[in-house]
């Protein structure tokens, strides 16, 4: 008999995220209008935000390790209730004279906290649900996340604006703990992880054991790395770097245009988890190539429209509706591409391989951006010249990797079979 989807661990994890994913995004979008509104430098903002990441991409690795040795729902616990802590008192400690000190330790220290969080819930995944429905419960999981971004800051917006950065603060605390609470209820076995002595040790074990297997046994993952990576890479330099250049700087449109823009690309997002969750057991893996180039088609319509003698409301809908396909065709490529991942790993590894996903994406995304940074300077009244070629990169790379999925779909049809 098939296995039910909302299963009873799945549900409270699912609640929980919604919880915690809210309460992140309205505390996010708070803090950063306070800097910016105290500082009125977007140079102090970006670099706050930018020395706040640097922990999530050193420690995940460590996070891996913790996730494939400890019991995950203790972790998720844990974590949730010191992020709602250390949250607390940087609200009793807030003050006009330590305001940035304040708020810049604690996006260091959710940071930290980010880092063993995130591959902990998503091995947590595959710990819960088996077969295809690790897929759609990846795609639940990307829904949510995706919702909590286009409500989150909205709300959070409309709270900073009416109350101010502390009662934000609290309502985010509340929902922290909300997801702890819901956490306490989910049961997960222990992981069977061979004891190697002390820490240090242990650490070079698991980091050697899993750099092995993901070099020597199952290179498709580090194939599969790659591909992310790459999308990554593209994604951060079109969609957030050249799209609000495109609306702002060379259309020369307003703020309203930019945030409609953004509330249709988050839209984008959620269409895009909800047809990974219906393409489950219908798509097959070698269809992931063209999931792949569909991505970069999408892009090439947003600079043949730069070429053609259009008005700038045409071109802004052109670009908004390209750059959406963009959207929806990377959140399937990527759903899917993260649960093959799943599936291919065994239990005692998949935290740490979950951890490398997350490292080796975020370490991507500002070479992504400070690259089409300068790209969409140069080239600021032919913008075409940057993102056709890159539409036509994507899709080359997508045909290219057409052998690679169909050879992963023999093996997945070889393991099915025995």
Known sequence: MAQKLFIKNFTLLVFGQVSSL????????????YILDVTGSAAVFAGILSAAAIPTILLSPFGGILADRTNRRNIMIALDALTGISVLCAALLFSPGNDIAIITVLLVILSILGAFETPTVQSCVPQMLTGENIIKGNAVINQVASISYFVGPILGGALYAAFGLKPVMYASIACFFITALFECFIKLD???AQNTGNILSTIKH???ESVRFIGKEQPSILKMLLLASISRFFVMGIVMVGFPYI?????????TYYGAAEGALAIATIL???AAGLLTGKLKTRKLSVIFAAFGAFIIPAG???????GTVVRYIISIMALCGVQIAISIFSIFAVSLIQQKTPGHLIGKVMAYTVTVTMCVQPLGQIAYGFLFDGFSNEVYLVLIPTGIIVCVIGLLATDFFRQLEKEQDFSAQN
């Open 22 to 33: 809210f309460g992140n995004f309205i505390l996010r979008l708070a803090l950063s209008m």
């Open 190 to 192: 222990n992981p069977h």
């Open 206 to 208: 698991d980091f050697s």
């Open 247 to 255: 609306v702002r700087t060379v259309l020369g449109l307003s703020s």
């Open 272 to 274: 895009g988890s909800v």
């Open 304 to 310: 043949v429209i730069f070429l053609l003698p259009a």
